[in-house]
């Protein structure tokens, strides 16, 4: 077909590919259920996706990759910025021309067989002044279809781009031409050694080569969204942030908008699909995963979720951890190694829902009760097992969740998993303490890595330790560089620890009684309660949060807010062997806060 566009610089870009890939043909998408649905009967027809019950996953689909390409692959992810200096401390940096004749050289033919796909999409709603206008090119049919639900694909980004004249290129390729005649496999892949994901941060590119699974293929995800995008924000004036963003809304009908980074398994879905359990109190889900925030005309603060759709862990998702997000997932999904019941249903670990038998994610027969020659369990689906479903699904999903201007945040909560030491909530002080209290979120290593004896905390600051696409220590200036730009408008900051333990297990409820400490946060934006100073910033007073129903003790509670100091000081002491490990480029600004926060425990 001709080219849907007038856009010479994208026109060059398509070609110089197409001549250094030779697809067998080149095909514009343009997002429509037409095509969605012409590629899935063709990736049914070959055996690549398993068309769903139809009454049960009305319009659904199951696929299994190739062992080799189950999740993210962190070792040969690059940020190829021209200086290695600018890449920093939490990259894997490679010379960028060094590695664009290697990446050439393997894409060299890489589409023989194959069709080469030109996937136009928006981060963002399509237009809006936060958005960003990129162009995929793939042969996967896999990414095109998982592209529709987690981007705005549409031809409408093509217009734009023949207007703007700017578009993000990502370029990608699972790596397996075919020759005449030759068998596709159901999942096509490169081994691992040839398996590249590449950031060229200067140039606003990403080159992806080898892996047909999740952000490794779909571009737009972390690829764009936060690693090439924090770049562009650090150099821009904005925040590319790896946030939920949810609306809390008041009886009264008040809105409070509420940006929250957790390191994963540290309940960000939950907290993003929260069902309030304060009478009168509703939340509603803007975006489960990253926020894009731009100042707006009035000083404030204004967040879009850049995404179109949710692209979540199925283990331990189920109707008693986050119901929302299994509603969600009633039609029009994507699945990736889960198992396949022989009704044509889906089934995961800890789904609670009894099964006899299915097909497993590697497509062999499997039953709950199959050991490997250890006697450990078999498990039926991939740890790492997959949902693509729309947003709009969601059944708390906001009525403004695609309001191009976004909403203005209010709150931004941090957050790690400590079974001590770290109370259930605190506020900073001021901003930078905020800024200080995200740079050092930390976790403690899971009980895997328990026997390695005395390993520190693991920090994680913002939750963005894979996907800062430039230096740490810039990035955590440009913090402090938003809030002084922001001023007396900047997010008020806190800190939440929902982990907590003693010898009966977690102190703490979770789940929907999380909305009590929200609603805390929120009185305190509007200064409806005070809050007591202590050495690591400000804290409820006896009865602000609401523990009505609760089972909880006087000793819980108070095991809950404690602060134990001399706990703290042991924290302070790994934050700045942490912190040491950026050099020269760490703020000034973090180094006066652990001081800060030292004298106060020393007081």
Not at 338 to 360: C, Q, S
Request: net charge negative.
């Amino acid at each position: 077909m001709s080219a849907p566009t007038t856009n010479q610089k994208l026109l060059d870009w398509v070609a110089e590919v197409a001549a250094m890939t030779t697809p067998d043909e080149i095909i514009w998408c343009d997002g429509s259920k037409e095509e969605y649905d012409r590629l899935m009967a063709e990736m049914v027809e070959t055996g690549m996706a398993i068309k769903l019950n139809e009454e049960k996953r009305p319009n659904s689909y199951a696929f299994n990759s190739d062992p080799s390409d189950v999740a993210r692959v962190e070792s040969r992810t690059y940020i190829a910025s021209v200086k290695e200096e600018d890449a920093g401390p939490t990259n894997n940096w490679i010379d960028p021309n060094e590695l664009k004749e290697t990446m050439k050289g393997l894409y060299k033919g890489c589409m023989k067989g194959r069709p080469m796909y030109v996937i136009p999409f928006s981060m963002g709603p399509i237009g809006s002044p936060i958005a960003k206008n990129a162009i995929e090119i793939s042969d996967s049919p896999y990414v095109v279809v998982n592209m529709h639900i987690m981007a705005r694909v549409s031809t409408e980004v093509l217009r734009l781009i023949e207007k703007e004249d700017f578009f993000i290129p990502c370029l990608h390729s699972v790596g397996k031409p075919l020759a005449e005649g030759e068998k596709d496999s159901r999942w096509p892949c490169a081994p691992m050694e040839d398996k590249y994901i590449a950031h060229f941060p200067e140039e606003n590119l990403i080159w992806s080569y080898g892996s047909g699974y999740g952000g490794n293929a779909l571009l737009g995800k972390k690829c764009l969204a936060l690693r090439i995008a924090s770049a562009m924000a650090g150099r821009e004036g904005w925040m590319a942030e790896h946030m939920l963003i949810l609306r809390f809304i008041s009886p009264e009908g008040k809105k409070y908008h509420v940006a929250a980074a957790f390191p994963s398994a540290c309940g960000k879905t939950n907290l993003a699909m929260l069902q309030s359990t304060v009478p009168g109190w509703k939340v509603e889900t803007i975006g489960d995963d990253i926020a894009w925030m731009k100042q707006g005309d009035d000083g404030r603060l204004y967040a879009i979720n850049p995404e179109a759709g949710f692209f979540g862990v199925a283990p331990f998702t189920s109707k008693e951890t986050n119901p929302m997000a299994m509603a969600s997932l009633d039609k029009d999904c994507i699945y990736t190694n889960v198992v396949v019941t022989p009704d044509l249903d889906v089934w995961w670990e800890d789904m609670n829902i009894p099964i006899e038998k299915g097909t497993d994610w590697l497509n062999r027969p499997w039953t709950p009760d199959m050991t490997d020659e250890n006697g450990k369990k078999i498990k039926g689906a991939h740890p790492n097992s997959r949902f693509t479903a729309p947003a709009r699904n969601c059944p708390s999903i906001c009525p403004d969740w695609e309001d191009p201007a976004g909403v203005p945040i209010d709150i931004f909560v941090f957050g790690g998993k400590r079974t001590s030491t770290v109370p259930l909530v605190h506020e900073a002080f001021d901003f930078e303490q905020g800024v200080f209290m995200g740079a050092t979120a930390s976790s403690e290593p899971t009980a895997a890595a328990l026997d390695l004896g005395n390993v520190s905390l693991r920090f994680d600051p913002f939750a963005m330790t894979p996907f800062i696409g430039y230096h740490a220590g810039d990035y955590m200036q440009h913090w402090f560089d938003m809030g002084e730009k922001l001023g007396d408008k900047a997010p008020k900051c806190f800190y939440v620890n929902w982990f907590q333990k003693d010898e009966n297990g977690f102190i703490w409820p979770g789940f929907g009684e999380n909305s009590r400490v929200l609603k805390w946060m929120c009185d305190r934006v509007d200064g409806k309660v005070g809050a007591r100073e202590t050495a690591i910033g400000m804290m409820p007073e006896e009865g602000d949060i609401n523990l009505d129903g609760l089972d909880l003790s006087a000793d819980a509670w108070e095991k809950l807010m404690k602060v134990d100091k001399d706990a703290y000081k042991a924290t302070v002491a790994d934050a700045r062997a942490y912190l040491a490990k950026f050099g020269d480029k760490l703020p000034p600004k973090m180094t006066e806060q652990l001081d800060k926060l030292e004298a106060r425990l020393n007081a």
